[in-house]
Nanobody, 117 residues
């Protein structure tokens, strides 16, 4: 099992930047593919970015060139660097972990990101 705790959300102006962190505990971090998802009010939860245990990354078209996902296995943490933020990026951002062998899925509680002037 793994527990995920997100942090780093907040209120920023359009064009600003934030870095989200997801700290994992309770399991072997290197055995998980990691991801960030987001959900705005009235919308479905959607994929933002993923990073596999081996380091390969994948991004939603809406954030390509603006967001960067990374991981530090020693710190058991995954990051989402968000630049050039837009109002449509406003959402609750959730950290996700998928065990590479069992495919079991875990979620954090989310952190609010609000982009507004």
């Amino acid at each position: 099992q793994v527990q995920l705790v997100e942090s780093g959300g907040g209120l920023v102006q359009p064009g600003g930047s934030l870095r989200l962190s997801c700290a994992a505990s309770g399991s072997i971090f290197s055995l998980y593919n990691m991801g960030w998802y987001r959900q705005a009010p009235g919308n479905q939860r959607e994929l933002v970015a993923t990073i596999a245990s081996g380091g390969s990354t994948n991004y939603a078209d809406s954030v390509k060139g603006r967001f960067t996902i990374s991981r530090d296995n020693a710190k058991k943490t995954v990051y989402l660097q968000m630049n050039s933020l837009k109002p449509e990026d406003t959402a609750v951002y959730y950290c996700n972990a998928v065990h590479i062998l069992t495919a079991r899925v875990y979620w954090g509680q989310g952190t609010q990101v609000t982009v507004s002037s």
